[in-house]
Structures are given as C-alpha cells and as structure tokens.
C-alpha cells in the first residue's frame, strides 16, 4: 500500500508509506494529488523542478508539498507524479531536489481545491520502514 486516508471532519488526512524517505515522499505527492485531479487523466505534457531544505523531515515535507501546491496553482499545471531527484541529510539539515510531472490545467480534470499543506499533524515515522502523515486544508 502506498497511501491511505484517514477520517476526519472537515479537512484530508493521510498517511504514505515508503522503504525509504523518498518513496514515501513521493507516495505522499501521490495521495495530494489524488485530492486534487483526476491523475489517470493528466497528461505529462509539463515539468518543473523543486528544491527545498529543512531541519527535520516533517518540515521537508511540508515545505515540498506546499511548494509543489504552489507552483501548480501559479503555472497552471495538474500534476500527476513527482520524483525525488536527490535527497540528503547533513548535520540536521536536509536537502531535496525533485521534479513534478503533470499536465495543463482543465476544470474537467480537477477534484478538490486544496488551500494548504500544514503543519499540524505532520509527522514522519520510521520503524523499519518511513510513514508521513499530512493533513491537506480544503
């Protein structure tokens, strides 16, 4: 299983597995998506590259979800997959590159707007294996 959504009243919480961090980042930008578009209609027809640092895994979490929310709002684009380029940890700090694959943004396509990537809740476990809990603001 690479995600699963939990319940909740009012806004979207799920949890994305993964062996590694960058699987179950890349499981995570899956569940999002899922929330907003119709992925297995969106075409890979755009692309473009993300690059975040932070203290603590959580944060790297949010920041690159929120940065992938962002950036398709403002380009347009419905994304359909993202890949973890290069992830590494050094002295607490952690650096990510990745891409983002989608396609030109149509109404027909779109699901849920989600307004925000927060912080409350998150988290990043790892017992064997990682799991990411979000909760997406709709």
């Known amino acids: 299983m690479k995600y699963k959504f939990l319940e909740h009243t009012a806004d979207v919480l799920f ?22 578009c119709h992925t297995e209609r969106v075409e890979e027809s755009e692309r473009f590259e993300v690059r ?52 030109k943004w149509e109404s027909s396509k779109v699901k849920k707007d989600v307004k925000a990537v927060t912080h409350h809740m998150a988290k990043v476990e790892v017992n064997g294996k990682f799991k990411i809990r979000m909760l997406l603001d709709i």
């Open 15 to 36: 949890e994305a597995y993964g062996k590694s961090f960058k699987e179950a980042l890349e499981n995570a930008a899956a569940a999002m998506f899922e929330v907003m």
């Open 52 to 103: 975040e640092e932070a203290d603590s895994l959580e944060n790297l979490t949010v920041f690159t979800l929120s940065t992938i929310l962002s950036e398709c709002e403002v380009r347009g684009v419905l994304p359909k997959r993202f890949e973890v380029k290069s992830f590494s940890e050094r002295s607490g700090e952690y650096n990510l590159h990745g891409v983002v694959y989608g396609g």
